[in-house]
C-alpha cells in the first residue's frame, strides 16, 4: 500500500448523523484536524438539514438526500476553494446537522401576575400558562444568528429567550384583550392565535417558526377564588341565613371530632350547637319574612371604531353619548355573552336610546 493510499485511509469518506435524543437542534460532525475528503458521501436523512461552513464562511445547506461532495455539486464550496475539474484533495471544513423537525411540549408561563381592569370585578391580578411547538425553517439562518459555533445545541439553549417573548406578548394581549375573566377559559384558543401571530415575527428573524401555541389555564390569586367559591356557594345555599348555619355546623362538627381538644372541644361543640338551635328557632319564627334577591349586575359595553376598543360604558354612558353624536346606530358594540360585534342600532336595549325624542309632529 502506497503512501497516499494510506493517507487517504485516514479520511473520513461517510458523513453523517442520527440523533437518539429528542432536544438535540444542531449537532456538529467531528473529525481529525477538519479534514474532509473529495468525493465523501453525505446523507442528510427526512427531518435534517446539513449546514457546510468552510473557514467560518457558510458554505452550503444540503437538504435530505445522498450526495457525493464533488465540485459538481458543491459549486459555492467550489468558488471558496478555487478548485479545478479533477482536483482530488481533502479540504478542511466543519459541518453541522440541524434538525428540522417539531419540538414539542415546550413550557412557557407567566413569573408575575398580569394586571388587568375586569368590567365587572375592577381590577384583578390573574396568571397563564401553556405549551408551545418551534421548529427550524431556516438553517442557515439559525446557525448564523444563534448557535454560532457550538458543536451541540440543544432546546434549552433557546426556550428560555422564546419563553420571554411569548410572556411579554401574552401579558400585553391578555391585559388588552377587554375579556372579562369569567370569559377568558372560552376564549384561550382566540388569544392563543393573537399571541402566536405577535411573536412569529420575532422568531423568524432567528430562522424558526411556532407551528403550534396553546393557553392551557389563566387563573386569578387564590385568595379571590376562594372568595368566588364562596360566592357560589352562598348562590347554591340560596339564603345567607342558611349558609351561616350551614358553617356553623361544619365548625362545630370539626370542633368535636378534633381528639386534641379534649373537653375543650366538647364544650364548644355543645356551645355552637344550643347557638345553632336558637338560630333555627329564630329563623322558623321568621320563616314568613324572605328577604329580596340581590340587584342584578349592571351590563357594561364596549365600543369598536378605527380598529380600536374603547369602554367598558354603561348603558347611562351611552346614552349621553347617543345625544352628543359620539355613539351612533351604526356604531360596533360588545358585552359579555355576545356573539361578535353587533350595530347597536340591532340591539333593542341600545335602539331604544336613539328613540328619546319625539318624532315630528303630521302635518296639520
Not at 423537525?101 to 401553556?130: H, S
Not at 457550538?150 to 410572556?167: H, L, M, S
Request: net charge negative.
Amino acid at each position: 500500500m502506497g503512501i497516499f493510499d494510506f493517507l487517504t485511509g485516514e479520511f473520513i469518506d461517510v458523513i453523517h448523523h442520527t440523533d437518539e435524543t429528542n432536544d438535540t437542534i444542531v449537532w456538529r460532525f467531528e473529525r481529525e484536524d477538519h479534514e474532509i475528503k473529495y468525493g465523501a458521501k453525505l446523507t442528510v436523512r427526512e427531518g435534517q438539514a446539513a449546514v457546510f461552513v468552510h473557514e467560518g464562511q457558510l458554505a452550503d445547506v444540503f437538504t435530505p438526500g445522498m450526495y457525493m461532495l464533488e465540485t459538481n455539486n458543491m459549486p459555492i464550496m467550489t468558488t471558496l476553494q478555487h478548485w479545478h475539474h479533477g482536483f482530488e484533495s481533502p479540504f478542511k471544513s466543519e459541518v453541522y446537522f440541524v434538525n428540522t423537525t417539531r419540538f414539542q411540549d415546550l413550557k412557557w408561563g407567566t413569573k408575575n401576575p398580569i394586571m388587568c381592569r375586569d368590567p365587572e370585578f375592577g381590577p384583578v391580578r390573574i396568571r397563564a400558562y401553556g405549551t408551545y411547538t418551534i421548529r427550524v425553517s431556516d438553517p442557515a439562518q439559525f446557525l448564523r444568528e444563534v448557535v454560532g459555533t457550538d458543536g451541540e445545541f440543544t432546546t434549552d439553549e433557546i426556550t428560555y429567550q422564546i419563553r420571554n417573548n411569548i410572556v411579554a406578548r401574552a401579558s400585553a394581549a391578555i391585559a388588552s384583550s377587554g375579556i372579562p375573566v369569567l370569559d377568558m377559559a372560552a376564549n384561550t384558543m382566540d388569544l392563543g392565535k393573537l399571541i402566536a401571530a405577535k411573536v412569529s415575527p420575532e422568531l423568524a428573524e432567528f430562522g424558526i417558526e411556532m407551528p403550534a401555541f396553546y393557553i392551557e389555564n389563566i387563573s386569578l390569586p387564590s385568595a379571590v377564588e376562594a372568595a368566588m367559591d364562596k360566592r357560589t356557594a352562598i348562590g347554591v345555599a340560596g339564603d345567607l341565613g342558611r349558609y351561616t348555619q350551614f358553617s356553623a355546623a361544619e365548625a362545630m362538627t370539626a370542633a368535636a371530632s378534633n381528639p386534641a381538644g379534649g373537653g375543650m372541644g366538647e364544650g364548644l361543640g355543645m356551645g355552637m350547637g344550643m347557638a345553632m338551635a336558637g338560630q333555627m328557632a329564630q329563623g322558623l319564627a321568621q320563616s314568613a319574612v324572605v328577604a329580596p334577591p340581590p340587584p342584578p349586575a349592571e351590563k357594561v359595553w364596549h365600543i369598536a371604531a378605527n380598529g380600536a376598543t374603547t369602554g367598558p360604558f354603561s348603558r347611562a354612558s351611552l346614552g349621553r353619548m347617543a345625544g352628543e353624536g359620539s355613539f351612533t346606530r351604526g356604531s360596533l358594540v360588545w358585552t359579555a355573552g355576545q356573539d361578535g360585534w353587533t350595530k347597536a342600532n340591532d340591539i333593542n336595549e341600545l335602539a331604544q336610546l336613539f328613540t328619546v325624542m319625539p318624532p315630528p309632529p303630521p302635518a296639520a
